[in-house]
């Protein structure tokens, strides 16, 4: 159903939802989805389709071929990003231990 509303067939792959800027996603040049209005579906965001050569279903494949890795490896990545692929490179590092936390209220 998703793919059906962005327009992409039965093309597969991971959505890219968020991007924390001190990571490698961010060095890498990957674009995160905006927050839909008034729609279910998020857009502007790239889909990974390919990581190293190989096609991804879900976001499970692409935490699989992560953490098969070693920090400061560089891991190739093919996504579509406004209906044409790209090839990105991604050099790996280690995650900062806060992401994913909430900022502290002032």
Same mark, same amino acid.
């Given at each position: ?11 597969? &792959?991971?959505?890219?939802? =968020? %991007? @924390?800027? !001190?990571?490698?996603?961010?060095? /890498?040049?990957?674009?995160? #989805?905006?927050?839909p ?7 502007? &965001?790239?889909?990974?389709? =390919? %990581? @190293?050569? !190989?096609?991804?279903?879900?976001? /499970?494949?692409?935490?699989? #071929? ?18 044409r692929?790209?090839?990105?490179r991604?050099?790996?590092?280690d ?10 209220s002032?």
């Amino acid at each position: 159903a998703i793919a059906r509303a962005l327009g992409i067939g039965d093309l597969r &792959g991971a959505a890219v939802v =968020a %991007v @924390d800027d !001190r990571g490698p996603a961010s060095d /890498a040049g990957l674009k995160a #989805a905006t927050p839909p209005r008034d729609a279910d579906v998020p857009r502007g &965001g790239d889909l990974i389709i =390919a %990581v @190293d050569g !190989r096609p991804v279903e879900d976001m /499970a494949d692409v935490s699989r #071929a992560v953490s098969s890795r070693a920090v400061g490896e560089t891991l190739p990545l093919t996504v579509l990003r406004d209906g044409r692929r790209a090839d990105l490179r991604i050099v790996l590092k280690d995650r900062p231990g806060d992401v994913g936390v909430a900022p502290a209220s002032p």
